[in-house]
Each structure stands twice: as structure tokens, then as C-alpha cells.
């Protein structure tokens, strides 16, 4: 899911006021944004990115690799699968409630063809210094640097404030991970756990959860196979059983999925596990003092 720099994106809905707005961002952190879609305005130009009426077209003129989506929920699909028929081998997909059918087919279809699918709801990616797909404040110092920390977290505010925290311990990211809060998503944490464990740019991983789902139970078989330190943190502790919070996917039910349960699974695999964000920086240090020279 770690996209090279010289991968060629994709950005389907470019001439929304939003999907304006990120472009400029994504170009100014490093991305290489090749082109944009928006049926109808074909020939035009956001911030000097060629504008496409279909991913068709785009690709036709355009090595794609990766593309992010800034569609409607119920437009997701639709879009998602024209990029996957023509080829795009990533789709980050940030639309929040698409239809948990419309989930799976998009999921199918990348399995099929090999690719990969960052959300639905996630907040996107960052490489600092090197790139950005997504919605993530990639342009704050304050809150992304080039460093050797991965950050996975399902909740795009939530890690925004965990890589602050981060920063503020001296440290810097070789990744963010936005993994998405919807039930069904593409991307999971272990999927990630594994492939960061073979990232030979990063040290360590810090993994944010929240309640609802089962994907920080199932990483924590991971993590227990780990050589690299992770540090996690869950939030809602004090979340009412079944009852939404926030997120689609954060749902405690049946005396599964909350936050005491994946503490514990990820505490008994190895992981240390902080009770605040705030403890996650002299956590990190005091790993990473004992398992990476250099480190102070």
C-alpha cells in the first residue's frame, strides 16, 4: 500500500470544491498527479493537472498507478470500478456510508485484479516529504516530518493528532495510514502490520484503534510474530454497548469489539498500550532506545 514517489495519480472528482482544494496540496507535498476526472469538464486544468471526462481517457494518456476518489457515497462504486477496469492498481476511497454492498463489489473486483483499496472513509495516506493521497495535513511541520514511526489509525483526526504527538517527541513518519472507519473496509491493520514489518524504513509502528469491529483482535496475531516495536492506543473506553460512536464501523456489540478487549489482545501480544495519545512519545522512546542504535 507504501506507493512509490514516481507513481502517477489519479484524482477522480478534481474540479469539486474539494477535490480542488486537496489536489493543490497533494501536488505540493511531492505526489505526482498525472490527471483528473470530472465528466463534462474535460480540457480543463486544476492547478496544472490535465482535466479528463473518464479514467479511460486519463489513462490513455497517462501512466496511472494510483487514484483518490472524492465521489458521493453512492457514486463510489461507480468510479471506483471504472478505475479498476482500466487499470489503477491503488484506490483510496474517501467517501464516508458507501453502502456496504457497493463495499464488497468494489472488493471483489480489486481482489480479482490484484489491487489495493485504502477505505472507504479513510483520510488517505502520507509518505512526508514525499507524497500525499488523501485529506490528511500533510503541509503542517508541526504535524508531519520524514522520520522512521509508522502510524495506522482507522480515524483520519485521531492520527492527525497522534503523528502531532509524534512530531512533539522528536520523532518523524516513514508512513501514515489512514485505514478508514467504515464497517467493511479495504485495507486492514494486520494487512498493514505485516507489510510495515517488512518496510526497511521503519522502526516502529504505532497502531491507533477505536471500538467497534474485530480488526484490532485479528492484528494482535501479528503483532505477537513481530520483531519491530508497536505502541497502540484505542479510544472509547467509556463507549455504551451498541451504540454508534462516530464512526459506521464503531459499533461495541455482544461483548465484542470494545476497547478493554482489544487492549488486552494487543497488551498479551507484545504491544505496549497507551491509556492517552500523550503517552505514546516517551513510549516510543523508551522502545527505541533499547532496540535501535542512535536513539536517545
Known sequence: MIPDPSDGVLVQGITGRQGT???????AAGSKVVAGVSPGRGGQQVHGVPVYDSVAEAASAHEVRSSVLFTPPLATRQAALEALECGVERLVLLA???PTHDTMWILAEARQRGAEVLGPNTAGLVV???CSLGIMPSFSAHIFRPGRVAVVSRSGSLGTLVCLNV???GFGQSVFLGLGGDPIVGFSLAAALRELEAHDLTDAVVAVGEVGGAMEEEAAHVVASMSKPVVAFITGKTA????RMGHAGAIVSGGRGDASSKAVALRSAGAQVADTPSDIGPMLAGMLRSTVPGVL
Do not use: D
Not at 482544494?21 to 501536488?27: A, I, K, N, Y
Not at 455504551?240 to 451504540?243: A, E, F, K, V
Open 21 to 27: 482544494f486537496w489536489t493543490e496540496h497533494m501536488v
Open 96 to 98: 464516508e456510508f458507501v
Open 128 to 130: 512526508p516529504g514525499s
Open 167 to 169: 512530531v512533539e517527541a
Open 240 to 243: 455504551p454497548p451498541g451504540r
